[in-house]
């Protein structure tokens, strides 16, 4: 009989342990027990992403590109209350004390974006067997559609899809919700999604 | 009168007195083409500069494909329409200018009458990008509309953040929204 660990597809084991170690790395830097769960990871059309969230909506965009054998964007996205609750804790302000991000708070979320981001690459490759460059982050607070139509458009040429990864964090008694994105050139995107099984049906 | 909204890569001409509105753009260019005489417009939502590194490579393929077929089994009509059919995307802005033109032409406009405002081609992530490429779309408008003679008459373009636009085909009036 197929052991319990078997059954998991490398999709999911890919999601769960950057998961784990993003929670791991998040506890240590807030000084809290912080729960990261990946909680839908599905594909979409690049020019369907805007519904996501309001196109108007702001949010804090952490961008970091992808290099080495893969070409491509890594971008995590925090609605705008999300940002300030997250903060608070990085900076250990009281509750409900931001409202507006400073160069401390902006540094601070960076910080988180290299964790998640820098996480779930590691993992990827590790479970892909190719080297992955992770550059720094960068940070930009705007409309959701201004952020995301800017990587989209790094990629026009390049790409029609995008990995779209919803993270759920739960510091208690809060849980609140981030989306990453991840976007490769067309042949590495199939490719990738072609070499992890469970991935299969994401493929259009 | 209710609102028509322009995703990216969209571009409408003469939408009779309906609004026409984009939210959220970054390094994306609005183009609102309006001939006050007439009091007809239309309103692009461009993402990339220009088509001609595309064209290049496209007629490169659809070339070989042309030559093949023509060769073996004659459907070079049908690839040639597949080349017509791919040079209409308007996610360029220079292809989007010149569907602008063509639709108010259409309609009677005379260029003399035309004029544009741009809207948009910011970069979201300063520090990071080195290819600046809201700006090339800014400059790859000004260079497309220079050939073609339009005037440029109102400008909110570059910087680093995001924008919504509102255009009046009506009237020609355009409301930028700037959330900080």
């Given at each position: 009989?197929?052991?319990?660990?078997?059954?998991?597809?490398?999709?999911?084991?890919?999601?769960?342990?950057?998961?784990?170690?993003?929670?791991?790395?998040?506890?240590?830097?807030?000084?809290?027990?912080?729960?990261?769960?990946?909680?839908?990871?599905?594909?979409?059309?690049?020019?369907?992403?805007?519904?996501?969230?309001?196109?108007?909506?702001?949010?804090?965009?952490?961008?970091?590109p992808v290099t080495?054998?893969i070409q491509g964007a890594s971008?995590?996205?925090?609605?705008?209350?999300?940002?300030?609750?997250?903060?608070?804790?990085?900076?250990?302000?009281?509750?409900?004390?931001?409202?507006?991000?400073?160069?401390?708070?902006?540094?601070?979320?960076?910080?988180?974006?290299?964790?998640?981001?820098?996480?779930?690459?590691?993992?990827?490759?590790?479970?892909?067997?190719?080297?992955v460059?992770?550059?720094?982050?960068?940070?930009?607070?705007?409309?959701?559609?201004?952020?995301?139509?800017?990587?989209?458009?790094?990629f026009?040429?390049k790409t029609?899809?995008?990995?779209?990864?919803?993270?759920?964090?739960?510091?208690?008694?809060?849980?609140?919700?981030?989306?990453?994105?991840l976007l490769f050139e067309?042949?590495q995107f199939?490719?990738i999604?072609?070499?992890?099984?469970?991935?299969?049906?994401?493929?259009? | 009168?209710?609102?028509?909204?322009?995703?990216?890569?969209?571009?409408?001409?003469?939408?009779?007195?309906?609004?026409?509105?984009?939210?959220?753009?970054?390094?994306?260019?609005?183009?609102?083409?309006?001939?006050?005489?007439?009091?007809?417009?239309?309103?692009?939502?461009?993402?990339?500069?220009?088509?001609?590194?595309?064209?290049?490579?496209?007629?490169?393929?659809?070339?070989?494909?042309?030559?093949?077929?023509?060769?073996?089994?004659?459907?070079?009509?049908?690839?040639?329409?597949?080349?017509?059919?791919?040079?209409?995307?308007?996610?360029?802005?220079?292809?989007?200018?010149?569907?602008?033109?063509?639709?108010?032409?259409?309609?009677?406009?005379?260029?003399?009458?035309?004029?544009?405002?741009?809207?948009?081609?910011?970069?979201?992530?300063?520090?990071?990008?080195?290819?600046?490429?809201?700006?090339?779309?800014?400059?790859?408008?000004?260079?497309?509309?220079?050939?073609?003679?339009?005037?440029?008459?109102?400008?909110?373009?570059?910087?680093?953040?995001?924008?919504?636009?509102?255009?009046?085909?009506?009237?020609?009036?355009?409301?930028?929204?700037?959330?900080?």
């Amino acid at each position: 009989m197929e052991s319990e660990l078997q059954q998991v597809t490398r999709l999911e084991q890919i999601n769960n342990e950057a998961a784990e170690q993003a929670s791991a790395a998040l506890s240590k830097l807030i000084d809290r027990h912080v729960d990261v769960a990946i909680s839908k990871a599905e594909v979409k059309k690049v020019a369907e992403l805007s519904p996501l969230i309001g196109t108007e909506e702001m949010v804090a965009g952490i961008y970091l590109p992808v290099t080495g054998d893969i070409q491509g964007a890594s971008l995590l996205i925090f609605p705008k209350e999300t940002a300030f609750i997250l903060s608070d804790l990085l900076v250990k302000r009281p509750p409900g004390t931001t409202r507006k991000l400073t160069p401390l708070d902006e540094s601070a979320l960076k910080e988180v974006g290299n964790i998640i981001a820098g996480n779930y690459l590691t993992v990827m490759a590790n479970a892909l067997q190719i080297k992955v460059v992770e550059h720094t982050p960068n940070f930009s607070f705007d409309m959701f559609g201004a952020i995301v139509s800017q990587i989209i458009t790094q990629f026009a040429e390049k790409t029609e899809n995008a990995l779209i990864i919803e993270i759920e964090f739960t510091i208690n008694p809060e849980t609140f919700k981030g989306y990453f994105l991840l976007l490769f050139e067309v042949e590495q995107f199939k490719a990738i999604l072609g070499s992890i099984s469970g991935a299969e049906d994401l493929l259009c | 009168m209710a609102d028509i909204e322009v995703h990216m890569a969209e571009a409408v001409t003469n939408p009779g007195d309906y609004v026409l509105v984009t939210s959220g753009i970054g390094s994306c260019l609005v183009i609102t083409l309006y001939d006050s005489k007439l009091q007809i417009g239309a309103l692009a939502h461009t993402m990339v500069p220009s088509s001609a590194k595309r064209d290049a490579q496209y007629h490169q393929r659809a070339s070989a494909h042309l030559s093949y077929e023509a060769s073996t089994i004659g459907h070079a009509c049908a690839v040639a329409e597949r080349v017509s059919t791919k040079t209409e995307d308007t996610k360029y802005v220079d292809v989007a200018i010149d569907k602008m033109l063509r639709g108010l032409e259409a309609k009677g406009s005379k260029r003399e009458d035309m004029e544009v405002k741009l809207i948009g081609g910011a970069n979201m992530f300063p520090s990071l990008m080195s290819n600046d490429i809201g700006k090339d779309n800014v400059l790859s408008a000004k260079e497309k509309l220079r050939a073609e003679g339009i005037r440029i008459v109102g400008e909110c373009v570059g910087g680093s953040q995001g924008r919504s636009v509102e255009f009046s085909p009506t009237t020609g009036v355009v409301t930028v929204k700037l959330k900080f």
